[in-house]
């Protein structure tokens, strides 16, 4: 308790201006200032004052950068040099701290206060620093068709991902100007059509609460469905498979009177279904699994023609990976021992426990084994590409022991270490191994994973 209120006394001090200089930081600063890269956060409002703060990087202790581990090369580390109180501050891009966690929003950046107790300061008092992506309006399509029936366009819809825009507002060059309006989740959007082809406009204004006046102009195209060079467009092409059940589905375009389709196996084409506003639908039965491609031909009121194809991937019963004879062989030569594979669906049996001391060192071994694993594999058909890996069947290890992908039937042997790096922990003891195949950038809600579970014991080698 009383270091935690004398931090807190010290970090009251600080924000206020008064700066604690080391004899250490003087040193690095005399030796090339230059190398010390700052930041100006020009205003940052803490209980009821407004600061301007300048910020100097922060060199991580190596304990902290593997506590941290972040691999992003956005995010930067800094301390706090000075904070100056403003007499006049712009409130309307002020950032805002956090008197709770110490945090703190700005235009430069979201700071993530934090405290590295094996760094060079005693207190050790740094941010984190992530980017702050700028607000940006969205348009869902940059170009639509006129609807030769009613004589407007598509609708466009204009929105925001970020909800933290205050009072968006749009003028287009037709003449059309108005808010964005909030819904039930707090973003902002607005729907637009024209009534004319070419080239339109929209001008968008608004606040950015962190970064003051926002502005950006969109450019959409309108086509005119009947030009000698603008085929119908085809938006939205989909295709999902569930087995041999292909689902395809394209749209919006009013103008589109007929669709049909045609496929790269020979099952037999046919023709969409139309809802009348121009979105189709369709479902295809395939009687042989691996890769399809589905061509879309399309014709428009102005009998203008248009083809566009789409890949799917279906999937048989089974996806065609299995391990030669259910076994999975640990170690090597007369050392060599084998394990059959189980459902991992199922429970551990008695004989898997492996007991410590107090000093967690093992006391019982059974057939202490080489970390070298290898077994043999069979994919039909071959032309598939599956992906396997091997882990934990447990999570008792934080990464995948191994992981590669394979087209062919073959052999697989590896000297697997069960070792973790981040903790300097070499894992000994009896674990069940998990062997897990499944068809490469495929969901497992799409086609069967193959999984088995081998019984290991890993022993310093």
Same mark, same amino acid.
């Given at each position: 308790?009383?270091?935690?209120?004398?931090?807190?006394?010290?970090?009251?001090?600080?924000?206020?201006?008064?700066?604690?200089?080391?004899?250490?930081?003087?040193?690095?600063?005399?030796?090339?200032?230059?190398?010390?890269?700052?930041?100006?956060?020009?205003?940052?409002?803490?209980?009821?004052?407004?600061?301007?703060?300048?910020?100097?990087? #922060?060199?991580?202790?190596?304990?902290?950068?593997?506590?941290?581990?972040? !691999?992003?090369?956005?995010?930067?580390?800094?301390?706090?040099?000075?904070?100056?109180?403003?007499?006049?501050?712009?409130?309307?891009?002020?950032?805002?701290?956090?008197?709770?966690?110490?945090?703190?929003?700005?235009?430069?950046?979201?700071?993530?206060?934090?405290?590295?107790?094996?760094?060079?300061?005693?207190?050790?008092?740094?941010?984190?620093?992530?980017?702050? #992506?700028?607000?940006?309006?969205?348009?869902? $399509?940059?170009?639509?068709?006129?609807?030769?029936?009613?004589?407007?366009? $598509?609708?466009?819809?204009?929105?925001?991902?970020?909800?933290?825009?205050?009072?968006?507002?749009?003028?287009?060059?037709?003449?059309?100007?108005?808010?964005?309006?909030? +819904?039930?989740?707090?973003?902002?959007?607005?729907?637009?059509?024209?009534?004319?082809?070419?080239?339109?406009?929209?001008?968008?204004?608004?606040?950015?609460?962190?970064?003051?006046?926002?502005?950006?102009?969109?450019?959409?195209?309108?086509?005119?469905?009947?030009?000698?060079?603008?085929?119908?467009?085809?938006?939205?092409?989909?295709?999902?498979?569930?087995?041999?059940?292909?689902?395809?589905?394209?749209?919006?375009?009013?103008?589109?009177?007929?669709?049909?389709?045609?496929?790269?196996?020979?099952?037999?084409?046919?023709?969409?279904?139309?809802?009348?506003?121009?979105?189709?639908?369709?479902?295809?039965?395939?009687?042989?699994?691996?890769?399809?491609?589905?061509?879309?031909?399309?014709? !428009?009121?102005?009998?203008?023609?248009?083809? $566009?194809?789409?890949?799917?991937?279906?999937?048989?019963?089974?996806?065609?990976?299995?391990?030669?004879?259910?076994?999975?062989?640990?170690?090597?030569?007369? !050392?060599?021992?084998?394990?059959?594979?189980?459902?991992?669906?199922?429970?551990?049996?008695?004989?898997?426990?492996?007991?410590?001391?107090? !000093?967690?060192?093992?006391?019982?071994?059974?057939?202490?084994?080489?970390?070298?694993?290898?077994?043999?594999?069979?994919?039909?058909?071959?032309?598939?590409?599956?992906?396997?890996?091997?882990?934990?069947?447990?999570?008792?290890?934080?990464?995948?022991? +191994?992981?590669?992908?394979? $087209?062919?039937?073959?052999? #697989?042997?590896?000297?697997?270490?069960?070792?973790?790096?981040?903790?300097?922990?070499? #894992?000994?003891?009896?674990?069940?191994?998990?062997?897990?195949?499944?068809?490469?950038?495929?969901?497992?809600?799409?086609?069967?994973?193959?999984?088995?579970?081998?019984?290991?014991?890993?022993?310093?080698?």
């Amino acid at each position: 308790m009383k270091r935690f209120f004398l931090f807190m006394v010290i970090f009251g001090l600080a924000f206020a201006g008064i700066q604690k200089v080391e004899a250490e930081e003087v040193a690095v600063t005399a030796i090339k200032a230059s190398d010390v890269k700052t930041l100006n956060i020009p205003c940052v409002k803490a209980e009821g004052i407004f600061y301007n703060v300048n910020l100097k990087e #922060y060199p991580l202790s190596d304990a902290k950068k593997k506590e941290l581990n972040l !691999n992003s090369q956005e995010v930067s580390f800094w301390e706090l040099a000075n904070a100056t109180p403003l007499e006049q501050a712009n409130t309307a891009t002020c950032g805002i701290w956090n008197e709770k966690t110490f945090d703190f929003d700005s235009c430069q950046g979201d700071f993530r206060f934090r405290r590295d107790m094996e760094g060079k300061d005693v207190f050790g008092f740094f941010w984190i620093r992530y980017p702050k #992506y700028p607000v940006s309006a969205i348009v869902s $399509q940059s170009t639509v068709d006129m609807d030769l029936k009613s004589g407007i366009s $598509q609708d466009v819809r204009i929105y925001f991902i970020s909800k933290y825009i205050e009072s968006p507002s749009y003028e287009a060059t037709d003449g059309k100007s108005g808010n964005f309006t909030p +819904d039930a989740n707090g973003y902002f959007n607005v729907t637009l059509n024209f009534s004319s082809p070419g080239v339109k406009t929209v001008k968008i204004s608004g606040t950015d609460p962190l970064c003051g006046a926002y502005t950006d102009t969109k450019t959409i195209t309108v086509k005119d469905p009947c030009d000698e060079i603008s085929p119908p467009s085809i938006s939205n092409l989909k295709a999902t498979a569930v087995k041999q059940v292909v689902s395809v589905s394209f749209g919006a375009n009013p103008n589109i009177e007929k669709a049909s389709y045609t496929t790269s196996d020979g099952t037999p084409g046919g023709d969409f279904t139309g809802d009348g506003k121009g979105n189709f639908t369709g479902t295809l039965n395939f009687s042989t699994s691996g890769k399809k491609t589905i061509t879309v031909n399309a014709v !428009n009121s102005c009998q203008k023609k248009a083809s $566009q194809s789409v890949d799917v991937l279906v999937c048989g019963d089974n996806i065609g990976f299995s391990i030669d004879g259910n076994k999975v062989y640990f170690g090597e030569e007369k !050392n060599k021992v084998s394990a059959s594979g189980s459902d991992p669906t199922l429970n551990r049996v008695a004989s898997d426990l492996v007991f410590f001391d107090l !000093n967690r060192t093992i006391t019982t071994h059974e057939g202490g084994t080489k970390q070298l694993i290898s077994f043999d594999y069979t994919l039909d058909p071959s032309s598939t590409k599956i992906k396997v890996r091997i882990i934990d069947n447990f999570h008792e290890f934080l990464n995948p022991l +191994d992981e590669f992908e394979v $087209q062919t039937s073959g052999s #697989y042997s590896k000297a697997i270490i069960p070792y973790n790096r981040l903790y300097d922990i070499l #894992y000994l003891g009896i674990y069940d191994i998990l062997i897990e195949a499944s068809i490469s950038g495929v969901s497992d809600d799409q086609c069967q994973t193959y999984r088995k579970v081998f019984s290991v014991q890993f022993q310093r080698p």
